[in-house]
């Protein structure tokens, strides 16, 4: 079964940090693209970050581009991202994508809040 699993959302105070996890299983997890997508309250998805197969690409939106790092271990088929200096507006549920499997996680959720 091919399954991906989110983890390590919460609530933190503004300019906090997170790390999400996605931990991918019943596909090879090193052959395909891996992104993080974010759903706001009362919003539509909006695409966060990338990573190309090989963990050496890596690509932002501009509204967390110097505050999150997207990363990926392929030996333990899991994609990280790293969210710093985390604003109010990042609250969010958080969903990773397997691009060439078409997969979704089912989701962690983010608060940033005072």
């Known amino acids: 079964e091919v399954q991906l699993v989110e983890s390590g959302g919460g609530l933190v105070q503004p300019g906090g940090s997170l790390r999400l996890s996605c931990a991918a299983s019943?596909?090879?997890?090193?052959?395909?693209?891996m992104s993080w997508v974010r759903q706001a309250p009362g919003k539509g998805p909006e695409w966060v970050s990338a990573?190309?197969?090989?963990?050496?690409?890596?690509y932002y939106s501009d509204s967390v581009k110097g505050r999150f790092t997207i990363s990926r271990d392929n030996a333990k088929n899991t994609v990280y991202l790293q969210m710093n200096s985390l604003k109010p507006e990042d609250t969010a549920d958080y969903y990773c994508?397997?691009?060439?499997?078409?997969?979704w996680g089912q989701g962690t959720q983010v608060s940033v809040s005072s």
């Open positions: 990573v190309g197969s090989g963990g050496g690409r890596t």
């Open positions: 994508y397997a691009h060439l499997y078409r997969t």
């Open positions: 019943g596909f090879s997890f090193g052959n395909t693209a």
